[in-house]
C-alpha cells in the first residue's frame, strides 16, 4: 500500500511547516517538551492558542459558518502531524474541541454569539463537568440537582475530576433536572459562571505530582435559563454528541512515532546495568520495533476513521479501538523512557513548571527529571474519555457480535 500526497496537499503541507518555523518559538517547543501532563501548562497553551486563533487555526474544525477551515481529512491529518512533529503545546480541549462543536449544533443565537468568540479569544476558559463522585463510567446515574425558579436555575452537587477547573472561568455541566423518570431522560446541559459565591473548587493533587484535576461542589449556585444548551430533560443526546467527539481524539501516532525514535536515540547512549548500552540490548531493541510497528498500525487507523468521518460512513467503533490501542500504547512509550533513564529516572519533582527560569534543576538531566512524572501521569490515560473497560464493551457489543 502506497501513501501519497497531492500536489496541493504538500503546498499545504509546506505552508503549515512554515508557519510553525515562524510562529512556533523555541520557549513553546521546549516548554511543551517538558510538560509530563496531557495538556501544556497554561502559561504556553494560552500564547499558543493565541497564535494559532490570529491565524484561523485554533478552531480549525468547526463548520466553516462558525469560522472553522472546511479543511478535508488529509489536510486534518498533515496538521494535526505537522504540529506533533514540531513538539507545538498540547491545547486544552474543553472549550474548543468539547463545547465549541455543541454549540455550534445545539446552541441558541444568543449562545453562539455570546461564547464562541471568547473561546476563541481565550477569554473565557472552560472546564468540563460530567463525571461525579457516584457517576463516572455510568454517567447517566449523575445526581447533581438543578431546580428551575423563574428564568434561572439553582444547582447543587458535585463533579470530580474536573480538569483544569481551577483555571476555568465557566464550567458546562450535566445535571438532572427531573428524577421522576428513566435515568437518561430529566438530564440538561447547563454552562455555569465560575466566578460565584455557590461555586468552591478543591484540588486532587495526582500521583505524579501534578495538580491538573479538582473536585467542584455547587450550593445553590446559578445560571440564567438563558444557559440551558439544548432541550430542558434532552442534554444526554447533547453529552453523546460531545462524547463522540472527546473519544474521537486527534492524530497520536505521528507524535507517538516522534517519541519512540527520541527513546531509540536516548538509549544509544544509555548504560544497560550490565556494563553495556541499552541500545545494543537485543530486547529492548525488540520492545521498541514492536511499538514502532503498533504506532504505524495506528497511524492507519487513524487515517482511515479520519476519511471515515469525512465520508459520512465512520464506525463509533473504530473510535475505541483507536482510543483503546493508543491509550496503551501511551503508556508503554512512557514506561521504556523511563527504563533508560534507570535509576536517575527514580525521581518525582512535584514542583511546575518544569521549564522556565523558575524550573528546578534536574539532579541528572532534563530526559531523567521528566521520565517519572511522564509515566505516571500517563496513567490516567486509560481512564479519561472512557475507560478501557468500557471501550472493550463497546468493541465487543458493536463489532464482534454483528
Ligand atoms: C486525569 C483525569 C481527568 C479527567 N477529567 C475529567 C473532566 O475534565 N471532566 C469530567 O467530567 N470527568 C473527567 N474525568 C473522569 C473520567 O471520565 C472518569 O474517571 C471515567 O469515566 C471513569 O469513571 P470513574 O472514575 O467513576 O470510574 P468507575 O466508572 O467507577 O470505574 C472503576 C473501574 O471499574 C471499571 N468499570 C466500570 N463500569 C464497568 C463495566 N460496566 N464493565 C466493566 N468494567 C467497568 C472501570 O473500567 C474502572 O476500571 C477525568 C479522569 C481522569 C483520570
Redesign the pocket.
Known amino acids: 500500500m502506497k501513501f501519497s500526497f497531492s500536489k496541493d496537499e504538500i503546498d499545504f503541507r509546506n505552508e503549515v511547516v512554515t508557519f510553525l518555523e515562524q510562529n512556533l518559538t523555541e520557549r513553546l517547543r521546549a516548554g511543551s517538551r517538558a510538560s509530563p501532563s ?1 495538556f501544556a501548562e497554561p502559561d504556553i497553551a494560552r500564547e499558543w492558542q493565541e497564535i494559532l486563533a490570529q491565524k484561523g487555526w485554533y478552531n480549525y474544525y468547526w463548520p466553516v459558518e462558525n469560522g472553522g477551515q472546511g479543511w478535508s481529512a488529509t489536510q486534518k491529518y498533515i496538521y494535526e502531524k505537522e504540529l506533533a512533529l514540531a513538539d507545538a503545546p498540547s491545547l486544552p480541549v ?1 472549550g474548543v474541541k468539547l463545547l465549541g462543536p455543541i454549540l455550534c449544533h445545539y446552541g441558541t443565537a444568543w449562545q453562539k454569539a455570546e461564547y464562541l468568540p471568547k473561546i476563541l479569544s481565550g477569554e473565557h476558559f472552560w ?5 461525579e463522585p457516584g ?5 447517566a446515574s449523575l445526581k447533581t440537582r438543578a431546580r428551575r425558579e423563574g428564568d434561572k436555575y439553582v444547582i447543587n452537587g458535585s ?6 477547573a481551577h483555571h476555568a472561568t465557566h464550567i458546562f455541566c450535566l445535571v438532572r433536572t427531573d428524577a421522576s423518570g428513566p435515568r437518561q431522560e430529566g438530564i440538561s446541559f447547563l454552562l455555569l459562571d465560575m466566578d460565584q459565591p455557590g461555586i468552591e473548587v478543591r484540588p486532587i493533587h ?1 500521583l505524579a505530582g501534578d495538580h ?2 479538582n473536585q467542584v461542589f455547587f450550593d445553590d449556585a446559578v445560571t440564567s435559563v438563558d444557559n440551558l444548551v439544548g432541550v430542558e430533560g434532552q442534554g444526554w443526546e447533547v453529552a453523546k454528541f460531545l462524547l463522540s467527539n472527546e473519544r474521537m481524539g486527534t492524530s497520536r501516532a505521528p507524535k507517538y512515532l516522534a517519541d519512540i525514535a527520541r527513546v531509540r536515540r536516548l538509549a544509544g547512549g544509555a548504560p544497560n546495568g550490565r556494563e553495556g548500552l541499552l541500545g545494543a540490548d537485543a530486547f529492548f531493541a525488540r520492545e521498541l520495533d514492536e511499538l514502532e510497528l503498533d504506532a504505524k498500525a495506528l497511524e492507519v487507523l487513524e487515517l482511515r476513521i479520519l476519511s471515515d468521518n469525512a465520508n459520512g460512513c465512520l464506525k463509533r467503533e473504530l473510535v475505541s479501538v483507536s482510543k483503546l490501542l493508543g491509550s496503551n500504547m501511551r503508556q508503554k512509550i512512557d514506561k521504556a523512557a523511563l527504563k533508560v533513564s534507570a535509576n536517575a529516572g527514580v525521581q518525582l519533582e512535584a514542583q511546575r513548571p518544569l521549564y522556565g527560569n523558575s524550573a528546578p534543576a534536574p539532579i541528572f538531566n532534563k530526559e531523567a527529571q521528566l521520565a517519572a512524572p511522564t509515566y505516571l501521569n500517563s496513567r ?1 490515560w486509560t ?8 471501550q472493550k ?1 463497546l468493541i465487543a457489543r458493536e463489532l464482534l457480535s454483528k
Not at 383 to 390: K, L, R
Open positions: 496531557v474543553m472546564c468540563q463537568g460530567f463525571s457517576a463516572g463510567s455510568d454517567l463533579k470530580i475530576w474536573t480538569t483544569q495526582s491538573e484535576v490516567a481512564i479519561f474519555g472512557g475507560t478501557n473497560e468500557i464493551t
